[in-house]
């Protein structure tokens, strides 16, 4: 395929941050998103300094509509739809929601290309699923598994099994404890983000009709090209 093929909407985002909306279940005001919110400024922050992203581009987008997770506004249509990478973030929470389902079968969805003069590992893919809050690997969704998680390298040795053992949610909950292994493993995501996009296309494709996405973690997607 021509280069010239490899079009993409400057107003779109480079990653999408798929997650569980947690309600708030007390009296007092607060944001119960908090700590997925600190994860997407960081990361996006990360992005635009490794990729170089000028004015106008947009790093990511996460979905902080007040009613999020029951309306699939025009914005989450767009973002699903034109963005680069996903970034599911992998808890219990997550994988009972039809909510983030219907969201990543909207990106699944989407034919993938490797990009021209590009040599991505071995099971790497645009999709990078992340450990948020710890599940065991049975009860991971067949669609889920067979991604390849993501695993922070080339670090402390201590940093990779405490970000499996807590999940990225259990080193922001530990503070000053975690803050280290959280710093590391969040630059290495932000990395393989970069990564992703350099090395992978995905056609955009946004969906017109949100009762046609699948509230299932299945998947009827597209192999790479």
């Known amino acids: 395929m021509a280069e010239e093929a490899f079009w993409e909407d400057e107003s779109a985002p480079v990653f999408f941050l798929s997650y569980a909306h947690k309600k708030n279940q007390v009296a007092a005001p607060r944001d119960t998103n908090q700590k997925v919110f600190q994860l997407f400024v960081d990361l996006s922050d990360h992005v635009v300094e490794l990729l170089g992203l000028g004015p106008g581009r947009t790093a990511g987008f996460m979905d902080r509509m007040l009613d999020g997770g029951q309306v699939w506004t025009d914005d989450l249509a767009f973002a699903a739809g034109h963005c680069q990478v996903f970034i599911p973030l ?25 990009r021209p003069g590009a040599e991505p590992s071995a099971g790497e893919t645009p999709v990078i699923p992340v450990n948020w809050s710890v599940v065991e690997r049975r009860r991971l969704p067949a669609a889920v598994s067979r991604r390849q998680m993501f695993t922070p390298t080339r670090l402390p040795s201590e940093i990779a099994p405490q970000y499996h053992e807590e999940g990225i949610y259990g080193l922001l909950s530990l503070g000053e404890t975690g803050k280290a292994a959280y710093d590391a493993v969040v630059w290495r995501l932000a990395q393989r983000i970069a990564r992703a996009y350099q090395t992978h296309w995905v056609q955009a494709q946004v969906p017109t009709d949100v009762r046609q996405l699948r509230t299932t973690f299945e998947e009827g997607g597209h192999d790479l090209v």
Do not use: G, K
């Open 90 to 114: 992998v808890s219990t929470h997550y994988l009972n929601s039809a909510w983030c389902a219907r969201e990543w079968d909207t990106f699944t969805r989407r034919p993938i290309l490797t």
